[in-house]
């Protein structure tokens, strides 16, 4: 999509002119898109999330005969079972070095930078994609807030690099008046826009040449986790809420009389006793008394939500725990391989989220000194049932196959497997020094260095 100078891809990303000078005129041609094109859009996918369907209520609205509305939470499920598996265990975020690496972990644990990390993932995998931004709070500490994309976007240059321009985050004041920041590599613009773009504050930052923000996405294209579903989701809502229509219809069935001539108090008896007493029982009247049925759909409707909910795990790629099938599975193996389209989805993701941790942590580590971004290693550990003696049974059969840092690598118990040898190692020295000094040999000085000389 074309705007004034820039660029809309089809995967989302706001391109602008790498020669050319981005001014507020182009601020506002960006802004204005994405009022109009996404603003509404991510709202809705939030609604989904939240159980609160929007294009549901429209069509109940329309069709005033069907009395029931269920929302059976299916994006809810979807999203929380991929982050539950995906970053469940918190993810290990160190470098080699202790000394920096005690610098990196205390910044961590100060920012709770882990539940931003779960939050900008959940977040991703609602929206299709998130922002973290880097700031400065009054006391000068460094921090991070996680943005989502209905009222933020992220401004590329169109060079193959892709490298940010600007990063832009908006609302409305108390008077209904858009205001915002405008965050670049010198600079954050904050602004009211009216008519115009007009900009009340500007403050140097102190990232050197780096927009202090970074675009988290689980795809290239920006696809949230229940997006390729939704059709189907909506589908099993109306057939839900059809099947509970027609429980209601049956449980306020009509009454129908034949031939009967009642006054409305002989009605209320027959509603109360539930009696019914024939006055013109004879051969010529045809008394007949009969509730109205419609044809019963139970079977099909049945099968349909049967073949909706599997179509909807199977699609979106994400495992149905709650399945019968997951309580059968007696191996670790068996339940990988039930789980195998869910860990294909974790794998992408985390292949593009090391990519964007990467980069959040060259923008942070202007600040924040604990070496080069490419000197931290990232390791995420998918949250399953583990089979510890299975497990253990693998690793002791590696060893003397593999190098001990393999055998330990595949148990789920240990975290950090060098750590675990250095562990090893000090316990193994402890039993030695243990040995020695409970030897009854030592009180002869058989230890000591000077013991031959002395005999000599």
Do not use: C
């Not at 549901?56 to 069907?66: K, P, R, V």
């Not at 988290?216 to 986790?225: H, K, L, Q």
């Not at 139970?298 to 019968?324: K, P, V």
């Not at 316990?427 to 058989?446: C, H, I, K, L, S």
């Amino acid at each position: 999509m074309l705007l004034q100078r820039g660029i809309v891809s089809d995967n989302d990303e706001y391109l602008f002119p790498v020669d050319e000078e981005f001014t507020r005129e182009d601020l506002r041609s960006f802004i204005n898109y994405h009022r109009t094109n996404y603003e509404e859009q991510y709202k809705d996918k939030l609604r989904e999330y939240k159980g609160q369907t929007k294009a549901f209520d429209d069509e109940i609205a329309q069709n005033m005969q069907d009395n029931n509305h269920l929302i059976v939470n299916f994006p809810k499920n979807l999203v929380d079972t991929l982050n539950g598996y995906f970053i469940g265990i918190p993810p290990t975020i160190k470098v080699d070095d202790q000394d920096k690496d005690k610098v990196l972990q205390a910044w961590i644990r100060n920012n709770s930078f882990v539940d931003k990390l779960a939050e900008v993932s959940k977040q991703s995998s609602i929206y299709g994609k998130a922002f973290m931004l880097a700031y400065n709070n009054e006391n000068s500490e460094l921090k991070t807030a996680v943005l989502s994309p209905d009222q933020s976007f992220m401004i590329y240059d169109d060079t193959i690099n892709k490298k940010p321009i600007a990063f832009v985050t908006y609302g409305k004041n108390a008077k209904n008046e858009i205001t915002g920041t405008a965050y670049y590599s010198n600079r954050a613009d904050s602004f009211t826009y009216i008519d115009d773009i007009r900009i009340t504050d500007s403050k140097l930052l102190v990232f050197k040449g780096k927009v202090p923000a970074v675009e988290f996405f689980d795809n290239e294209e920006r696809m949230g986790v229940f997006d390729p579903v939704i059709t189907l989701i909506h589908a099993y809502d109306k057939a839900f809420s059809a099947k509970l229509d027609d429980i209601d219809y049956f449980a306020h069935a009509y009454l129908f009389l034949k031939n009967f001539d009642l006054t409305e108090e002989e009605q209320l008896n027959i509603k109360q006793n539930r009696l019914i007493v024939t006055k013109n029982a004879s051969e010529e009247y045809d008394v007949d008394a009969k509730f109205l049925e419609k044809p019963d759909a139970d079977g099909n409707q049945e099968n349909i939500l049967n073949r909706l909910t599997t179509m909807i795990y199977q699609i979106s790629m994400i495992a149905n725990i709650s399945d019968d099938v997951f309580g059968s599975s007696t191996s670790g193996t068996a339940l990988a391989y039930k789980m195998q389209s869910m860990s294909n989805l974790a794998v992408n993701k985390e292949r593009k989220f090391t990519q964007n941790l990467r980069e959040m942590f060259s923008v942070l580590g202007v600040q924040l000194p604990y070496g080069e971004p490419m000197d931290i290693t990232f390791r995420f550990t998918r949250n399953i049932p583990n089979n510890v003696a299975e497990e253990a049974e693998t690793a002791k059969n590696l060893i003397g196959i593999t190098s001990l840092e393999t055998a330990l690598s595949t148990l789920s118990v240990v975290s950090d497997p060098k750590a675990e040898i250095t562990r090893i190692q000090e316990e193994q020295n402890e039993q030695t020094r243990n040995a020695v000094n409970n030897n009854p040999a030592t009180d002869y000085g058989f230890n000591n260095s000077t013991t031959s000389e002395q005999g000599e």
